[in-house]
């Protein structure tokens, strides 16, 4: 198993910007994939961006494409979630999530992760 632990959530006006980060603890970093979901109140998680163990390819829901970059750092084990241009929309609690299996065929569905941290919370206001 792996811990995870995120941080840098906050409230942003729209159009601002964010940076999450992901810390990962218990194994080695690289050899997980990683992703990101977010969860507003009375929706299901739904999956943001993910990216793969090696020679990272990046995956994203298309709702923030263009707008989101994933990107990881084996050397500190972390994970981060660069958001631009962000709308109120995108208000929720986000969480990062780990696989040591690699992306599964199923990458977008929250149950396919084994690992998941505790969240952190984004609030775009209007």
């Known amino acids: 198993q792996v811990q995870l632990v995120e941080s840098g959530g906050g409230l942003v006006q729209a159009g601002g910007s964010l940076r999450l980060s992901c810390a990962a603890s218990?194994?080695?970093?690289?050899?997980?994939?990683v992703g990101w979901f977010r969860q507003a109140p009375g929706k299901e998680r739904e999956f943001v961006a993910a990216?793969?163990?090696?020679?990272?390819?990046?995956y994203y829901a298309d709702s923030v494409k263009g707008r989101f970059t994933i990107s990881r750092d084996n050397a500190e084990s972390t994970l981060y979630l660069q958001m631009n241009s962000l709308k109120p929309e995108d208000t929720a609690l986000y969480y990062c999530?780990?696989?040591?299996?690699?992306?599964?065929?199923?990458?977008?569905?929250?149950?396919?992760?084994?690992?998941w941290g505790q969240g952190t919370q984004v609030t775009v206001s209007s």
């Open positions: 999530a780990a696989d040591p299996r690699g992306l599964s065929f199923y990458y977008t569905r929250a149950a396919t992760w084994s690992s």
């Open positions: 218990g194994r080695t970093f690289s050899s997980f994939a």
């Open positions: 990216i793969s163990r090696s020679n990272p390819s990046t």
